[in-house]
């Protein structure tokens, strides 16, 4: 494991975040806190993963002064929309009819916060769809019940080994973190 200056605390419950920083080669703990994730209306998408991330840090301003407090946001932008998590089967649906066949963008936002300051970024990864067959679609719903997901995907899953021929970008931003740029953040402060 990578020896840091500071405990490492990662706040984010999901399973993908701690499995890549992990993989990665940090040691870190995990805490959540809940927060409010509105945003202004008029706030253009490409700000809104670093305003929700940093939200998400402010949360933690105590811990920061002796951690390394690392939160992230996944939005998925299509046509200047952002699609959040769907709410049920019929949304999700939704989503990816909307997806299918098209380009879109998903946007993570990073925010690290320690006792030696903040440093907040958005990374950007273009991801190109296939047309979907309705069948496809019901059948990834119903197997990979993806509610928990920005847009209603999950690059890993079904979904992305069948239905995305290409990005530009990152995969692992697609995923819900932005390794390479993490990493590289992560760096200064390696022991």
Do not use: W
């Amino acid at each position: 494991m990578l020896k840091l200056q500071y405990p490492l605390l990662l706040a984010s419950n999901s399973p993908r975040r701690q499995q890549l920083l992990h993989d990665a080669g940090f040691e870190f703990s995990v805490k959540v806190k809940s927060t409010n994730e509105d945003f202004p209306e008029t706030m253009p998408a490409i700000e809104v993963p670093k305003f929700l991330a940093q939200k998400k840090a402010a949360a933690f301003s105590e811990e920061s002064l002796t951690n390394i407090v690392l939160t992230a946001d996944t939005i998925v932008v299509i046509d200047n929309e952002i699609l959040n998590k769907p709410a049920d089967y019929a949304e999700a649906k939704q989503m990816l009819e909307k997806l299918s066949g098209k380009m879109h963008q998903v946007m993570t936002g990073v925010c690290v916060k320690s006792p030696e300051g903040e440093v907040s970024f958005v990374d950007v990864t273009n991801v190109f769809f296939r047309e979907m067959a309705a069948e496809e679609i019901d059948y990834y719903i119903e197997t990979c019940k993806p509610f928990d997901k920005a847009g209603a995907y999950g690059v890993q899953d079904f979904i992305g080994m069948v239905a995305i021929p290409r990005m530009e970008g990152s995969y692992f931003t697609v995923m819900g973190l932005p390794v390479h740029r993490v990493y590289d953040v992560l760096m200064k402060f390696m022991v």
